[in-house]
T-cell receptor
Framework: GAGVSQTPSNKVTEKGKYVELRCDPISGHTALYWYRQSLGQGPEFLIYFQGTGAADDSGLPNDRFFAVRPEGSVSTLKIQRTERGDSAVYLC?????????????FGPGTRLTVL | QQQVKQSPQSLIVQKGGISIINCAYENTAFDYFPWYQQFPGKGPALLIAIRPDVSEKKEGRFTISFNKSAKQFSLHIMDSQPGDSATYFCAAGSYIPTFGRGTSLIVHP
């Protein structure tokens, strides 16, 4: 079956611009996660959705970052007034139920470059 | 504040050798310890995981050793193959893992 997909695969933008990154989770997975991976680092948690609601957004670095999952499937990560420090690979993952130790399946990521 | 420390940063082994990657954690509340494998341009993929109630778990050529008292765990890759060349991340947590910084493994043929 299809895995987690993310679009676009690459996004180049200018400082101060607004960007949206999309994640299509595995069909039927209720839990969805966003991570940010900087060069030479492990993924860093941003936000976790259970269904349509954000169950944990403690990883969002500031109020320029926002994510939605209006119908409990596709999610969009939104970054306002982008800064050069936002440049990273943004990873999305989904899991079947979000239960303890439920396997997370990662997408290939969106590489964001802020010039 | 780094809650999961991983070493070495990079590792080169010969085909057929043993690759060993180590991790240490700080938070004793962590109760799930997965290892992920990541190839260039791909997202991480779960490789093997362990709970703290066992000291070792083996799946094929991959083994996790876990030392609860020392708050350390390690990944051993036996009979390493060139196809194992990738970046490996340890993690700790439960439904939201905290990742280590990764180890770039190169296996020479």
């Amino acid at each position: 079956g299809a895995g987690v997909s993310q679009t676009p695969s690459n996004k180049v933008t200018e400082k101060g611009k607004y960007v949206e990154l999309r994640c299509d989770p595995i069909s039927g997975h209720t839990a969805l996660y966003w991570y940010r991976q900087s060069l030479g680092q492990g993924p860093e948690f941003l936000i976790y959705f259970q269904g349509t609601g954000a169950a944990d957004d403690s990883g969002l670095p500031n109020d320029r970052f926002f994510a939605v999952r209006p119908e409990g499937s596709v999610s969009t990560l939104k970054i306002q007034r982008t800064e050069r420090g936002d440049s990273a690979v943004y990873l999305c993952a989904s899991s079947l139920t979000g239960a303890d130790s439920d396997t997370q399946y990662f997408g290939p990521g969106t590489r964001l470059t802020v010039l | 504040q780094q809650q999961v420390k991983q070493s070495p940063q990079s590792l080169i082994v010969q085909k057929g050798g043993i690759s060993i990657i180590n991790c240490a954690y700080e938070n004793t509340a962590f109760d799930y310890f997965p290892w992920y494998q990541q190839f260039p341009g791909k997202g991480p993929a779960l490789l093997i995981a362990i709970r703290p109630d066992v000291s070792e778990k083996k799946e094929g050529r991959f083994t996790i050793s876990f030392n609860k008292s020392a708050k350390q765990f390690s990944l051993h890759i036996m009979d390493s193959q060139p196809g194992d060349s990738a970046t490996y991340f340890c993690a700790a947590g439960s439904y939201i893992p905290t990742f280590g910084r990764g180890t770039s493994l190169i296996v020479h043929p």
